[in-house]
């Protein structure tokens, strides 16, 4: 269980310390921004097929580390002098729900799959 939410977290942390990289090297990439906006469903996918147990709930459970690190690294970037779409502590919040309304679609269909893919798996192996 533990090595299946390492890596989802994992997977979280390098898709959003690449987008905080792109952003401080003012170097914009439409690939880095689909990265971003898909991690919370690969990170979810990955976890749940992983998990010898809980797949579904585990997969899921990428929501919050999705959210935290959305609000951490707009607050690290603004605190840096770098304007932000979400000021301040009412932005955070705002950017808090947005990010985990969209993570809860992408994780619940990630973890769905996932789970899916490994018992299928499972099955095929014996």
Not at 16 to 23: M, Q, R
Not at 34 to 54: C, D, G, H, N
Not at 102 to 125: D, F, Q
Request: aromatic residues 12%; contains cysteine; proline residues 3%.
């Amino acid at each position: 269980m533990i090595k299946a939410l390492v890596v989802g977290v994992g997977l979280l942390i390098a898709a959003y310390g690449l987008w905080f990289a792109t952003l401080q090297g003012e170097q914009f990439s439409e690939f880095n921004v689909l990265i971003l906006w898909v991690s919370p469903f690969i990170a979810a996918f990955v976890s749940a097929y992983l998990a010898p147990r809980y797949k579904l709930l585990l997969g899921i459970s990428m929501v919050l580390p999705t959210a935290i690190l959305s609000v951490a690294l707009n607050y690290l970037y603004q605190v840096q002098g770098s304007s932000v779409d979400f000021p301040g502590s009412h932005g955070a919040m705002i950017l808090f729900m947005t990010t985990l309304l969209y993570s809860s679609i992408l994780c619940s269909v990630g973890a769905v799959i996932g789970r899916a893919l490994s018992i299928k798996k499972e099955n095929m192996e014996g």
